[in-house]
Nanobody, 123 residues
Framework: QVQLVESGGGLVQAGASLRLSCAAS????????MGWFRQAPGKEREFVAT????????VYAPSVKGRFTIARDNVRNMVHLQMNSLTPEDTAVYFC????????????????WGPGTQVTVSS
């Protein structure tokens, strides 16, 4: 089991950038694929991005591809989500999650979740 804590959320204007971070502890970080998900009010939690254990492979949701970048640091046990060209539609609570084995976009496959960080984009 790995413990996760997100940071870096906030209130920004449309077109701005934010960098979310997720700190992991409690287990061997490089054993885990990592994912970012988000949940807007009244909506289901949705996939944003995922990264393989060594950072070599990444997959993005179509809605964020080309604007968001996921990266990890296996020395510092961190995963980051760089978000550029933000729009009001990106407003949500953002969660990082961990799963053993291969990366995947399906939230049901992730066992460990952080509490989330709020991102609000004003128009």
């Amino acid at each position: 089991q790995v413990q996760l804590v997100e940071s870096g959320g906030g209130l920004v204007q449309a077109g701005a950038s934010l960098r979310l971070s997720c700190a992991a502890s409690g287990s061997t970080f490089s054993n885990y694929a990592m994912g970012w998900f988000r949940q807007a009010p009244g909506k289901e939690r949705e996939f944003v991005a995922t990264i393989s254990w060594n950072g070599a492979l990444t997959v993005y949701a179509p809605s964020v591809k080309g604007r968001f970048t996921i990266a990890r640091d296996n020395v510092r046990n961190m995963v980051h989500l760089q978000m550029n060209s933000l729009t009001p539609e990106d407003t949500a609570v953002y969660f990082c999650a961990a799963k053993l084995g291969a990366m995947a976009p399906e939230k049901a496959l992730y066992n460990d979740w952080g509490p989330g960080t709020q991102v609000t984009v004003s128009s």
